[in-house]
């Protein structure tokens, strides 16, 4: 049976019960049967009984119920907040004359606090929920967005504890943090000190009133903050296979400050361990890797930058232009005549003395991505078990004499006599 606890309290003879604003009980149910559905998609209600823990706090505490109320907030940048010693969420009144998806998405956040929060102390939680900051408003919003996609608030706790997930592998699962606990915590000094810049930044953030993400990046706290992360899920001491190699590289451009200085230094370091765990003693081949892990890095921007669209790369009047399967065009199109023919499918491009025609139906769109996917296998085969064999065969062969101009290798069949 489908659990219906949020829904429970959507009832107009219990809203009437509960302690609450007039003009926020229509967002009030809104948000119930939205986090209804999300929470029972991913199983959540399952986990704890929400019914019991909403009766206790909004109808059986007396005179102590939990209110949510309306009113002015003079601080800049706040939609609402939660107290859980006032035992209250208060949302701005300013809330109430914009769109009903914003008053509803602060609503959602305030909430998730209070769903969190209320029950936790130091003895059944970990300090980055129970005593909130960076990372608990950054974990509140992110749950948010999962229900409110077009919800902004804190998008530089949110952009780096995001980040924090992605290099834990823990992305979109929000089990932990619904009982106190953050999912991407690793018991170490690296942690330790991201949590401490992270609410330094905090502090910086409360300060100013409102950071986002563009200020933020100039942010030392938050800058170390992220290098504190790197180093303790990148490790780039540590000696790595090819795969992770490249999921390592994948996962640092989708980091929230570019940094470049610092990631250099970090990219060097793990290419000389990577070369260095090849075991070559030979300049010229340490040297032939390191172009290679270039080449590596080179292909995995391609990939991102395409992220997995489909298209067709072409050149027209000197220009490189690309067309998916929806017709949508990228690229300096300025100047240049485009004609679309239904019956036949093509698609043609003029400019000048110049005409080019595309049949669509004879495009691969798939072609950049297999072309990306075979060089990557390709450059993999150099940190492939039999990469080691064929290096030292390489070794041998540079030591002859005589000019060296080509060496190929062949695979003959095996003969079964």
Not at 178 to 195: C, I, N
Request: one cysteine or more; hydrophobic letters at 35%; charged letters at 30%.
């Amino acid at each position: 049976m489908e659990d219906n606890s949020f829904l429970y309290f959507t009832q107009d003879e219990i809203i009437e019960k509960i302690n609450i604003d007039s003009r926020l009980v229509e967002s009030f149910k809104r948000v119930m049967a939205k986090i209804q559905e999300y929470y029972n998609a991913n199983g959540y209600t399952k986990q704890r009984d929400f019914k019991s823990y909403m009766q206790k706090y909004f109808l059986d505490s007396g005179e102590n119920n939990f209110r949510i109320y309306v009113n002015a907030i003079d601080k800049k940048g706040v939609g609402g907040f939660y107290s859980k010693y006032k035992n209250e969420i208060c949302i701005n009144i300013e809330k109430l004359n914009g769109s009903t998806e914003r008053l509803d998405s602060t609503l959602c956040h305030e909430f998730t606090h209070f769903l969190v929060m209320h029950e936790l102390n130091k003895d059944n939680s970990e300090t980055e929920i129970s005593k909130g900051g960076f990372i608990n408003d950054a974990l509140t919003e992110m749950m948010t967005q999962q229900m409110y996609p077009n919800s902004r608030a804190y998008d530089a706790q949110v952009a780096m504890q995001k980040f924090a997930n992605l290099l834990s592998n823990r992305t979109n699962n929000y089990s932990r943090f619904l009982q106190g606990s953050v999912d991407a915590k690793r018991g170490s000094y690296d942690w330790d000190d991201y949590f401490e810049k992270a609410n330094l930044f905090q502090k910086d953030f409360n300060e100013k009133g409102y950071i986002n993400l563009l200020d933020a990046s100039y942010n030392k706290n938050y800058i170390e903050a992220q290098r504190s992360l790197i180093q303790l899920f990148i490790k780039p001491k540590v000696k790595k296979s090819f795969d992770e190699y490249c999921e390592c590289i994948k996962k640092l451009m989708d980091r929230p400050v570019a940094d470049r200085g610092y990631i250099n230094e970090v990219v060097s370091i793990m290419d000389k361990t990577m070369i260095k765990s090849l075991g070559f003693n030979n300049e010229n081949i340490n040297k032939l890797i390191e172009q290679k892990l270039i080449e590596v890095r080179e292909v995995l921007k391609e990939q991102k930058k395409d992220n997995g669209r489909k298209k067709y790369d072409f050149v027209f009047a000197g220009r490189k232009l690309s067309i998916d399967s929806n017709l949508n065009i990228t690229g300096n199109v300025v100047g240049i005549q485009r004609q679309w023919n239904p019956t036949i499918r093509t698609l043609s491009f003029q400019m000048n003395n110049e005409f080019l025609q595309l049949k669509i139906d004879e495009l691969d769109f798939d072609l950049k991505e297999k072309q990306l996917k075979s060089k990557l296998d390709e450059l993999s085969s150099y940190f492939s078990k039999d990469s080691k064999k064929n290096m030292l065969m390489l070794q041998t062969a540079m030591q002859q004499s005589g000019k060296l101009s080509k060496i190929e290798k062949f695979t003959l069949p095996k003969t079964v006599k």
